[in-house]
């Protein structure tokens, strides 16, 4: 299985919020990160928290991490259909190198 | 637009041929990392480089190679292709920050490959 664990789909409507969650194994990891993937397109940088930091929230976007548990979330406020895409976490390990996880769709229904 | 650079957008090419994809870093990054996304194993690291030289490596195969030139873009060329290689290829690029400041990584919009 995967380093990072994201689970695959979910679904909103518009005007709700959205959580997706990430589990990560690499208790030393100094950064974590959220990107998006819109269909055909490339990675966009989103948001990443410092791993001494418990929340960061940066517009309709809050991050929540839970370095006890290895848990990172992502929370999107009033989702909107332009949000509809995949959602990557990712932890930074020695050398840089990002691992992902496997990404969560989320579906925005009007 | 995160100001890195990628060509060609997509190629199809068959079995056996060799290609040669293109990245081009956000101007003062000296940081170039390659990555693969595959249906089956999704993001994967590949390689990165750093001010012309090699820093890491990652699943990357022994057909698959790469360098950074003097003016920082890179290069990853795949040879022996098999329909296996068909995937995405992302160039990523960054500066390495000090402090707080996270070394992030800005992405490419892609190669998409096509083995036939």
């Known amino acids: 299985g995967e380093d990072v664990e994201q689970s695959l789909f979910l679904s909103v409507r518009e005007g709700d919020s959205s959580v997706i969650n990430c589990t990560y194994t690499?208790?030393?990891?100094?950064?974590l990160y959220w990107y998006k993937q819109e269909p055909g397109a490339g990675l966009q940088l989103l948001t990443y928290i410092f791993s001494n930091m418990d929340m960061k929230q940066d517009q309709r976007l809050t991050v929540l991490l839970n370095k006890k548990d290895k848990h990172l979330s992502l929370r999107i406020a009033d989702t909107q259909t332009g949000d509809s895409a995949i959602y990557f976490c990712?932890?930074?390990?020695?050398?840089?190198?990002?691992?992902f996880g496997g990404g969560t769709r989320l579906m925005v229904k009007p | 637009d995160s100001g890195v650079t990628q060509t060609p957008k997509h190629l199809i090419t068959a079995t056996g041929q060799r290609v040669t994809l293109r990245c081009s870093p956000r101007s003062g990054d000296l940081s170039v990392y390659w990555y693969q996304q595959s249906l089956d194993q999704g993001l994967q690291f590949l390689i990165q480089y750093y001010n012309g030289e090699e820093r890491a490596k990652g699943n990357i195969l022994e057909r698959f190679s790469a360098q950074q030139f003097p003016d920082l873009h890179s290069e990853l060329n795949l040879s022996s292709l098999e329909l296996g290689d068909s995937a995405l290829y992302f160039c990523?690029?960054?500066?390495?920050?000090?402090?707080?400041?996270?070394?992030?990584?800005?992405f490419g919009p892609g190669t998409r490959l096509t083995v036939l």
């Open positions: 990712a932890e930074i390990h020695a050398g840089n190198m990002l691992t």
């Open positions: 690499d208790s030393s990891s100094t950064y």
């Open positions: 990523a690029s960054s500066t390495p920050k000090t402090g707080l400041d996270a070394d992030t990584q800005y």
